[in-house]
Each structure stands twice: as C-alpha cells, then as structure tokens.
C-alpha cells in the first residue's frame, strides 16, 4: 500500500535554458502526461461493476443492468471486459515508465508474476470467505465448527473474477514484454483463432458432437465440460451449476482483451498529437467493434464464454468510450462531472474486494427478524426504505444506487487521506 497521490495531469515541455547557467547543465526531459480520462474510465467501470452487481431485489432488476440470458450482450457484459482492457492499457503504461527508471525485462517480469498471484489470492480468499459454512450443511444433520470448515474447503469456487484478471494480467503482460507490435497482433490472431476452431470444431466428449453444435447450450459446451472435468461440480459457481463463466478454458481468450488493452496502450502512450491519438482509438474501436458483430454470425457473443467475437466486439466498444472521454475530458477539459470517477477509478482493489466482501456479509450472512423470520440484511433494508412505497424495480435500482454512493463515501474518505492501495 502507498498513501502518496498519483501524479496527474499533462508534464511541462522542456524549459527555455538560463543563458548564465553552465552549458553542462541540460535542460529536464519532459515528463509523460497522465490522462485524467484514464481514471475516469476505470472508474466508471468500478461503478458500474458495482451498481449491477448489488441490486435490491434480484428478481426486480432493469433489462440493461442484467446480463443476456447467454448469447447477444447488454451493457451489463460490457463492465468486466472494459476492466479488463484498461487493465492491459495501464500495464503498458506502467511497465515502460518503469523500464524508463531502469528496470531490466526480469524484474518487471517477477513484478508481473507477484501482481498477477496477489489479485488471484484476492480473489480466491473472496471466494472463500467466510472460510465455513454459514447456515445448513448438506448431508449433516448437527454439523460442528470443523464440518462447516471442511464443507466450505469442499465446495470452494476456484476461480472468479479477481482470479481472472490475475491470470488474464499475468499471461497478457509477458507476452507483451518483449514482444513487438507485429508479434502482439500474431499471439492475439493465434488465441483468438485458435479458441474459435477449438470451440467449434472439436467434439465435446460424451456428446458425440462437435462444439459448433453445442454452443447455444450452457452444460453441453466445450468449454463447460472443462470447466466440470478440471473444476468439479463442487468448485464452480453455483448459480451456473454446470458450468462457470470465469472457467479454466475461456479465461484464455480473456488474455486477448488484455493484449488488445496493451495495443491500445501503446498508442496512447505514442509521441503523436493527443487529438490524432483520439482519432486513432475510434477508427479502431469501430473496426474491431464492426469485426465482432460480424463474427458473431457465425461464433455468437457471449459473455458466459467469451468467445472470439465477444473480446472484439467489447475491446472496439472499449476503445470508442474511452476515446470518447479523450475527447472530452483532455481536449475539451470538460471535467466538473469527472471526481466520482476518479475517485472509484483510483482504488479500485478497495472497491471491489470491500464491497465484494460486504455484499457476502449482508446478502446472505447477517440476518434480521422481520415478522417472525429471519431475513438478510439487504432485503430487509430494501423492503423497509425503498420496496414499501416504490415500484420494484425502482426499488431494487435505488438500493444499488445507494449501495455505490455508500462506497463513494469510503473511496473519497481514502481519496482525501490521500490512501491507495495498489498489489
């Protein structure tokens, strides 16, 4: 953890030289701009991750704030792949400045590898938390403390989204440290490819069929008879039951949003004028978006396994947003909307690990009596303050919304301290 302040906005130009200083003295080199918009992007992102993922009522949620049943997106699917792709553009960034101060490919190699398994372990220990089984066991009758710690064990999801973006960061940062442009776009062609032809045209074992014909089911893909076969039933995430959304196989693709944020990256950081750079982003983001949408004629998008049209068609989408907040935020300067997002953008581990953490807590640990029974702590808040004389939907989107201002409050506490916690 560090409590000192991201540097922020543009650098100074080199310094007209004194013409009575020594002519030894050379003038300093301009620093590297840092984008405000960068950290809006992320945060808008981190708000987003957590406005549709703690509503009042699952069963009274808008349609965009849902996930498509399976194939097709809404601009809920559109919140993990964008972190994701900032996630590979801020690995550029934060790499080349470091290789910039003197770090050799091995240290940032190591520092890569130690980032990646920190996130993972977060991830996993959200995933395991509260380490024993709360509430009733399955098959024990009077459980004690040890069979409530050994079911959990038993019946932990392995992998998640923190554990994702570990090893989507960890495997997307060094393939792309030492690698060319050229050879960046050759691993991305290979990963993408390569996950098409093997989703679609390898047999999926005890079907008897190929993978094309089982791709509009949720159990019968490829890609969820590795996630049983590697994970077990007991190790996914039990609202997919047969399958898991962040599983072993389609977690490889998720390594091509990385590279694709890596690119991105590489041109943002070009000594080329701001405003060409921001052009540059929405050509590409509309040819990749474009790509996506006609590759999911014949490999649809899906979020649930991120298939090769999915990771273009979000990474164009990406690239479009946040040339837009380019365009307004750096050239334009229009920035009076821009300091709740920044704040979420610039922790965003705390945003989401705390808040991850506290929706466990009150969704389905903490209970309270109402009316003779117990009940979680979030449904009973939203029935009493929102739910008792507001529709349900807008019920359920008025607790998320107070949900995110609750953590608002927080990250701008830590924001004032000046507190950042970065792995």
Not at 121 to 140: E, H, R, T, Y
Not at 293 to 314: D, E, G, H
Request: charged content about 15%.
């Amino acid at each position: 953890m560090t409590t000192s302040a991201p540097r922020a906005g543009e650098g100074l130009g080199p310094l007209t030289p004194d013409v009575t200083a020594p002519p030894a003295v050379a003038a300093p080199k301009p620093t590297r701009e840092r984008l405000l918009s960068l950290d809006v992007f992320r945060g808008i992102t981190v708000a987003g991750m957590l406005l549709v993922n703690d509503p009042g009522s699952w069963a009274a949620i808008y349609p965009p704030l849902e996930h498509a049943p399976w194939n097709g997106w809404t601009p809920t699917d559109l919140i993990f792949p964008f972190f994701l792709f900032i996630v590979g553009i801020t690995t550029e960034l934060s790499l080349g400045a470091r290789r910039s101060r003197g770090a050799s490919d091995g240290d940032l190699a190591k520092a890569i590898v130690r980032r990646g398994a920190i996130i993972f372990l977060l991830g996993f220990l959200m995933s395991w938390f509260p380490f024993f089984q709360w509430g009733a066991v399955d098959g024990i009758a009077n459980p004690t403390f040890w069979d409530r710690i050994v079911y959990r064990v038993d019946h932990v999801r392995v992998f998640g989204v923190l554990q994702r973006i570990g090893i989507a960061y960890t495997l997307g940062g060094l393939l792309t440290l030492r690698t060319t442009l050229k050879q960046q776009i050759v691993m991305l062609a290979v990963i993408l490819y390569g996950y098409w032809i093997v989703m679609t045209l390898v047999p999926v074992p005890g079907t008897g069929m190929l993978g094309d014909w089982m791709l509009d089911t949720k159990g019968g893909n490829l890609a969820a008879w590795v996630d049983r076969a590697v994970l077990g039933t007991k190790h996914i995430w039990v609202g997919g039951i047969v399958f898991d959304p962040e599983g072993p196989l389609s977690t490889i693709p998720a390594v091509g949003t990385v590279i694709l944020g890596v690119i991105a990256g590489r041109w943002i950081a070009s000594p080329r004028a701001l405003l060409e750079r921001i052009a540059g982003l929405f050509a590409a983001g509309c040819l990749a978006a474009m790509v996506g949408m006609i590759w999911n004629w014949s490999f649809p998008i899906n979020k649930s396994l991120w298939t090769s049209s999915f990771v273009l068609f979000t990474a164009g989408m990406a690239a479009l947003t946040l040339a837009t907040c380019m365009w307004l935020i750096d050239i334009h300067r229009v920035t009076r909307w821009t300091k709740p997002f920044v704040v979420f953008g610039v922790n965003p581990i705390v945003a989401f690990v705390g808040s991850g953490v506290m929706a466990r807590l009150v969704y389905s640990i903490f209970k309270v009596t109402v009316n003779g029974r117990p009940v979680a702590v979030q449904q009973a808040f939203n029935d009493a303050v929102f739910a008792s004389w507001l529709p349900p939907r807008v019920a359920s989107l008025c607790f998320a919304l107070t949900f995110v201002l609750f953590w608002y409050a927080i990250l701008l506490v830590l924001h004032r301290k000046r507190i950042y916690v970065r792995v």
